[in-house]
Each structure stands twice: as C-alpha cells, then as structure tokens.
C-alpha cells in the first residue's frame, strides 16, 4: 500500500477502535437500551468507508492460511475462501470490542462489518450463531474471550497479543 494510503487505513482504522461513526442502519430485534445497559459504550454500525477499509484489513489479515476446521454456517457468504470460518469471525468482532469488552449484541454489531457475513441475515440468527461461536472460543485451550456472568459481558483476552502469536494459530 503506498504510503498517503496507508497513513488513511491507520486513521480509520483508529476511529473505528475509538467512536465507531454511526450510519442508518435497523438493529431490529436489539434494543438499544438494553445494549446500553449491559455494554460499558454503545457500538454503533460503522460507515461505509470505515467498513471497506475494516474488509481490507480482514483480507490481509486471513492471508491465505488453512484451518484445521472448515464448517459451513448459512450466515457466511458461500464464495468465501476456504480458510474463513465462523470463528475467525467472531474472534475478530471480539477484538475490536472497545476495552475489549462488550455485550453479545456489540459483538454482533462488530461481526456484520466482515465481508464474509450474508448482508440479509437476521439479527436473531447472527447473534444464535455468535453465541454459538463465542460459547466455542470461550471453551478453548488457549480462550481468546472470557464470559462475565453477573455482568453479562464478553472480555477479549488476547489483546497484549501480537500478530507473531497467532502464527500457530489454527481456529
């Protein structure tokens, strides 16, 4: 990426980490009070170009490298690339949650910015899957994300991390 291009992906990539820039967008069966209620800041759906920039991102990100899992979920796109999985997803959602912590719903708010997920796919249904995904990495033997029950929030854990340290990483 030349320079002047890059400098611009690192300042939108540093708004969407800081005030994700609300845009029209239904949250239907989320209720914004309850989000409120439960996230320590409201994440809002982020722009159109804040969105494109994240999917660059996400590409450069996933690279090219196998999984040892390859499952089939209707909420992803079925042209995606092979190596793309539910839980990379969720994975990626759960990082960028402000503090690295947030609500379920947050995290389903943050997973529609990849351009893996099915555009049309309900609220319902991506968050049944997120929990489903969320449930998997919490349980794993190296968890990324931890559940706060009294709290009812998600905690990112591996945010010290650097990408070094995922290199082995097969989820």
């Known amino acids: ?24 967008f239904n949250l239907g069966e989320w209720s914004e009070e309850s989000r409120a209620m439960n996230s320590l800041e409201m994440i809002h759906p982020c ?19 196998l999984f040892k899992r390859i499952c089939h979920y209707d909420i992803l796109k079925r042209n995606r690339p092979p190596f793309i999985t539910l839980h990379c997803l969720v994975r990626d959602a759960a990082a960028g949650l402000p503090g690295g912590v947030g609500s379920r719903d947050d995290v ?13 796919i309900s609220n319902s249904r991506l968050s049944k899957t997120v929990k489903g ?8 033997d190296d968890p990324c994300v931890k559940y706060e029950m009294g709290r009812h929030r998600w905690t990112y854990l591996h945010g010290d ?11």
């Open 1 to 24: 990426m030349p320079d002047k291009e890059t400098n611009r992906a690192a300042k939108i990539l540093m708004q969407i980490a800081n005030n994700r820039s609300c845009t029209s």
């Open 133 to 140: 995904g969320l449930d998997r990495l919490h349980y794993e």
């Open 47 to 65: 722009s159109e170009e804040i969105r494109a920039c994240f999917r660059r991102e996400e590409a450069l990100r996933r690279g090219g490298k």
């Open 161 to 171: 991390r650097k990408v070094e340290d995922f290199e082995d990483d097969s989820t």
């Open 108 to 120: 389903c708010v943050l997973a529609r910015d990849s351009q893996f997920i099915v555009e049309d």
